[in-house]
C-alpha cells in the first residue's frame, strides 16, 4: 500500500514539473508576440524612408540582448539584489557567490544554463526574463526611430537589457531585493523595473540623442511626423498587448516545484499569494480602461491602443491585488493624462517618436506611486518573511519609483554621451533627410512605389 | 569533446548533459562573446562607411 501511495505521489510530481515547465516555456512565445507588436508598430510608425532600417534596429536589438543577456545579463539578478556589495539575503538566493554556482555559462554552474535532466526550471525561467530583458530594449527602441546608429543603438541596447534593467529587478523584483525588505517595494507586473527602467532609459538617450530632422521649427513649435502606416501601428500595439498576457503570466511563482514559495499556491515573485483569475479580471479591464480613458481627448486611434498600454502599466505593479473596478478607474486615469503628458515633453523639445517615455516612464511611475496610495499596510513579503520586513507604504512606493528611474536614465545617459562622443550615436542630417533605407540597407521596403515626399531616394 | 556521461542513465542526475559539460563549455562561451564582439565591430566600421558615403 505505502509503495503505491509513493508511486502515486511521485507520478504527480512528474505531472506538476512538466506543468510547470510546460507553463513558463509557452509564456515565452506569447512574450515574443510582444516583439512581433513593436517591430509592426515601429516599422509603421516610420516614414517609408526609413521602414527597413527600423526593423533592422529593431531586431538586433532584440538579438543581441537575448545574447548577451546569457552572457552576463542573469547573473546581475542573482549576483546583486542586497546591493552592489554581492552579500547573501534573508532567503539564500542571492549574492554574487549564488550567482556563480548557478548563473555563469562557463565552469561548474554551466551545468544550470544548459540541457539538464535534473532541472526543468533554470531553461523556463530564464528564457522568460531574457524576454523581459528584450522587452526593455524593444521599449527604448520606439522612442529612438529614424536618426540614431544601428550599432551605436545595439550598445545601448545591451546595457538596457542586459545590465540597467536587471539591476533594477535584483533591487525590486526578488524576494531578496534590498528595496522589497527594506522598503517594502511592490511591483508584481514590473511597472518599474521594466517600464519605468526603459522609459527613463530612452529620456536620458533622446536628450544627447537630439530630435528628428524637421521635427522642431525655428521658434521652437514641433511639427508632427506621421508614420507611414497607422494600421501597422495599431496591430502592432494590440500584439504587445497579446504578449503581455505572456508576460503577466510569467510573473507568478507556481506551486509544489522545489523552487516554489508555497506547496498548494501560486504567489508572486515576493512570495505573496496571488491567482491567474486575478489576471484574468484585472489584465483586461486594464486594457479597456486605457483605450477609453485615451479616447476622451485624442479620438486617435494610436493614442488608443497606446491608452491600452498605459492601463496595463498603470495597474501592473498591483494586479494580483487590486479590485478589477479599481483597475477601471487607474487604467482609465492613465489613458487620459498620456497625450497632454507627451505632449508637455515635446514642449520641452524632446522628440520621442511613439511617446514610449511617457507610456512606460511617466506611468510607470504613476502605477507605482498610485499603488502605495491604495494599498498602505499588505505585506511585502509571503509567510516566510522575517518579522521585520517592510510593508507597503507610499514613501515606499515613491522611493523606488525614483530608484527606478535614476537606474534607467543615469545609465541611458552616459553611455548615450559616450557614444555621441565617438560619433556612434547620431546618423548625420544628410543620410536622414535621404532616408535611412536607401543609406544602409540593399532591399526597399515597397519596390513598386511608395517614396517619401521629402525624400529624393 | 565527446560524450561526457558514462551511459545516460548519469543525466537522470542534477548534472549537465550537453557538449562540453565535461569542462569544455566556457570555451565555447568565450569563442561566442569573441564573436559578438566582433560582428559589433565589423557592423559599425560598416556602418560608418556608408554614412560616409552619402555625406
Known amino acids: ?457 | 569533446m565527446g560524450f561526457p556521461l558514462s551511459s545516460w542513465d548519469e543525466s537522470f542526475a542534477d548534472i549537465g548533459m550537453f557538449i562540453g559539460a565535461d569542462g569544455g563549455a566556457g570555451w565555447w562561451t568565450v569563442i561566442a562573446v569573441v564573436m559578438t564582439i566582433v560582428i559589433l565591430v565589423v557592423g559599425n566600421i560598416s556602418e560608418q562607411e556608408k554614412y560616409n558615403k552619402h555625406q
Open chain 1, 1 to 457: 500500500m505505502e509503495e503505491q501511495i509513493a508511486a502515486v505521489i511521485a507520478s504527480q510530481q512528474v505531472t506538476n514539473t512538466f506543468f510547470a515547465e510546460a507553463y513558463y516555456f509557452l509564456t515565452i512565445p506569447l512574450m515574443l508576440l510582444i516583439h512581433v507588436g513593436f517591430l509592426s508598430y515601429e516599422m509603421g510608425a516610420t516614414r517609408v524612408k526609413n521602414v527597413l532600417s527600423s526593423g533592422i534596429k529593431n531586431l538586433l536589438a532584440f538579438s543581441f540582448t537575448i545574447v548577451t543577456f546569457y552572457f552576463f545579463g542573469w547573473w546581475f539578478y542573482w549576483a546583486l539584489p542586497t546591493g552592489f556589495t554581492g552579500s547573501e539575503g534573508y532567503m539564500a538566493i542571492s549574492g554574487i557567490a549564488y550567482a556563480n554556482a548557478i548563473a555563469l555559462p562557463w565552469g561548474e554552474s554551466a551545468q544550470y544554463m544548459g540541457p539538464n535532466m535534473g532541472d526543468h526550471a533554470s531553461g523556463v525561467f530564464w528564457g522568460a526574463f531574457a524576454l523581459f530583458a528584450a522587452t526593455t530594449a524593444s521599449i527604448a527602441s520606439g522612442a529612438l526611430i529614424e536618426r540614431i546608429q544601428t550599432v551605436g543603438f545595439v550598445i545601448l541596447a545591451i546595457v538596457l537589457g542586459s545590465f540597467a534593467w536587471i539591476i533594477a529587478a535584483a533591487w525590486g523584483w526578488h524576494a531578496d531585493g534590498w528595496l522589497v525588505t527594506q522598503w517594502g517595494f511592490h511591483d508584481f507586473g514590473a511597472a518599474g523595473c521594466v517600464h519605468a527602467v526603459a522609459g527613463f532609459f530612452a529620456l536620458g538617450v533622446l536628450m544627447n540623442l537630439g530630435p528628428r530632422v524637421g521635427k522642431f521649427n525655428e521658434d521652437g513649435s514641433a511639427n508632427h511626423i506621421a508614420g507611414h502606416n497607422m494600421m501597422a501601428t495599431v496591430i502592432g500595439l494590440m500584439l504587445i498587448i497579446v504578449g503581455f498576457f505572456g508576460f503577466l503570466m510569467a510573473c507568478i511563482i507556481l506551486p509544489g516545484e522545489a523552487w516554489s514559495w508555497y506547496g498548494d499556491a501560486g504567489t508572486t515573485i515576493y512570495g505573496t499569494p496571488m491567482t491567474l483569475s486575478a489576471l484574468g479580471f484585472n489584465i483586461v479591464m486594464a486594457v479597456a480602461g486605457g483605450i477609453i480613458g485615451a479616447w476622451v481627448f485624442t479620438k486617435d486611434p494610436f493614442w488608443m491602443m497606446s491608452g491600452a498600454l498605459a492601463g496595463i502599466i498603470s495597474v501592473a505593479s498591483g494586479l494580483d491585488i487590486y479590485f478589477p473596478s479599481t483597475v477601471f478607474i487607474i487604467s482609465c486615469v492613465a489613458g487620459i493624462i498620456i497625450k497632454p503628458c507627451a505632449d508637455w515633453l515635446e514642449g520641452l523639445g524632446i522628440d520621442d517618436a511613439v511617446g514610449a517615455v511617457t507610456i512606460h516612464g511617466t506611468i510607470g511611475v504613476f502605477g507605482m506611486v498610485i499603488l502605495g496610495a491604495v494599498a498602505s499596510g499588505y505585506p511585502a513579503l509571503g509567510a516566510f518573511a522575517p518579522e521585520d520586513a517592510a510593508t507597503i507604504s507610499f514613501i515606499g512606493q515613491v522611493v523606488s519609483a525614483g530608484v527606478m528611474v535614476l537606474v534607467g536614465f543615469i545609465p541611458g545617459y552616459l553611455v548615450a554621451l559616450l557614444l555621441k562622443s565617438v560619433g556612434m550615436l547620431r546618423v548625420p542630417d544628410a543620410s536622414q533627410v535621404l532616408g535611412l533605407d536607401v543609406v544602409k540597407v540593399p532591399a526597399q521596403a515597397f519596390p513598386e512605389g511608395m517614396n517619401s515626399p521629402e525624400s529624393d531616394a
